[in-house]
């Protein structure tokens, strides 16, 4: 296989969180204003957050980014089509209507043409370490991440709510979503989530598009990956103790304005 480069964000989220109002949530005038506008990428915690979730991506060595947005994301191209950028290209894919993360990915099929590529969340600052492991392995992946060190950063019920990894001989099975507190009482200390960081052949594309319809009625991508699991494709699992920063509401901001206070950003 060859070297991976290239990395879709995904980015076109309504951002009904970060929108909602939040009193007790201590922003600046600039960070309200964002939040406000629902755009999780451009709410500034030094520099916007996407700023640094790409120079972590181009530190573990991705040079080609996709950022897959809404028709109505100008902010968006507006900011990075402005910057000088030396390490990390930004190309960007529209997915028209909010259908799914399967669909977002399926947005950017064009850029991704026959290569393997990595997928992220734009509000999610995965650790360069991460995504250098899975950058390395041999085919399709995803990061498998110990709650005990997302918790450093994340809050506990939130974590409680991400989706179970279940592997056999380091390989996915199948991810259980939504789990329930006997659940994940029963998996204990090998407990193992995802936080949406993976890695895919071309393969996943035929699957994104013949995925049908979730209960919450959108082409979602975890059902697409169960599908390329289904048709042959192998998904390795690399396992991270590490922390991840998540910016989803008003409420993260403060946490994560601080923990990046010191987080040098290279585009």
Same mark, same amino acid.
């Given at each position: 296989?060859?070297?991976?480069?290239?990395?879709?964000?995904?980015?076109?989220?309504?951002?009904? /969180?970060? /929108?909602?109002?939040?009193?007790? *949530?201590?922003?600046?005038?600039?960070?309200?204003?964002?939040?406000?506008?629902?755009?999780?990428?451009?709410?500034?915690?030094?520099?916007? @957050?996407?700023?640094?979730?790409?120079?972590?991506?181009?530190?573990?060595?991705?040079? +080609?980014?996709?950022?897959?947005?809404? &028709?109505?994301?100008?902010?968006?191209?507006?900011?990075?089509?402005?910057?000088?950028?030396?390490?990390? #290209?930004?190309?960007?894919?529209?997915?028209?209507? &909010?259908?799914?993360?399967?669909?977002?990915?399926?947005?950017?099929?064009?850029?991704? !043409?026959?290569? %393997? @590529?990595?997928?992220?969340?734009?509000?999610?600052?995965?650790?360069?370490? *991460?995504?250098?492991?899975?950058?390395?392995?041999?085919?399709?992946?995803?990061?498998?991440?110990?709650?005990?060190?997302?918790?450093?950063?994340?809050? $506990?019920?939130?974590?409680?709510?991400?989706?179970?990894?279940?592997?056999?001989?380091?390989?996915?099975?199948?991810?259980?979503? +939504?789990?329930?507190?006997?659940?994940?009482?029963?998996?204990? $200390?090998?407990?193992?989530? #995802?936080?949406?960081?993976?890695? @895919?052949?071309?393969?996943?594309?035929?699957?994104? /598009?013949?995925? &049908?319809?979730?209960? /919450?009625?959108?082409? =979602?991508?975890?059902?697409?990956?169960?599908?390329?699991? #289904? %048709?042959?494709? &192998?998904?390795?699992?690399?396992? !991270?103790?590490?922390?991840?920063?998540?910016?989803? #509401?008003?409420?993260?901001?403060?946490?994560?304005?601080?923990?990046?206070?010191?987080? =040098?950003?290279?585009?």
């Amino acid at each position: 296989m060859t070297d991976v480069q290239k990395v879709v964000i995904l980015a076109r989220g309504l951002g009904t /969180r970060m /929108r909602a109002q939040n009193a007790e *949530a201590a922003l600046s005038a600039e960070q309200s204003a964002a939040a406000d506008t629902g755009v999780k990428a451009l709410v500034p915690v030094g520099r916007p @957050f996407l700023d640094h979730v790409l120079s972590e991506l181009a530190d573990a060595g991705f040079t +080609k980014a996709c950022l897959v947005i809404g &028709p109505e994301h100008d902010a968006v191209r507006r900011h990075y089509d402005s910057l000088d950028l030396t390490r990390i #290209s930004v190309d960007y894919a529209v997915q028209e209507e &909010p259908q799914g993360t399967a669909n977002a990915v399926l947005a950017a099929a064009d850029w991704v !043409a026959d290569d %393997r @590529f990595a997928v992220v969340n734009s509000d999610n600052l995965y650790p360069a370490a *991460a995504s250098a492991q899975l950058r390395a392995l041999p085919g399709a992946g995803l990061v498998g991440y110990e709650p005990e060190a997302l918790l450093a950063g994340i809050a $506990p019920e939130r974590v409680r709510g991400f989706a179970i990894i279940e592997s056999v001989g380091g390989q996915l099975v199948r991810l259980i979503e +939504k789990p329930s507190a006997e659940t994940l009482a029963a998996w204990g $200390p090998k407990l193992l989530v #995802s936080m949406n960081h993976w890695l @895919f052949t071309p393969s996943i594309l035929a699957a994104a /598009r013949d995925v &049908p319809l979730s209960s /919450r009625g959108e082409y =979602e991508l975890p059902q697409a990956v169960a599908l390329d699991i #289904s %048709r042959g494709t &192998p998904y390795d699992v690399v396992t !991270a103790a590490m922390q991840v920063l998540d910016l989803s #509401s008003r409420d993260d901001i403060a946490r994560v304005t601080a923990a990046l206070a010191d987080h =040098e950003v290279t585009l």
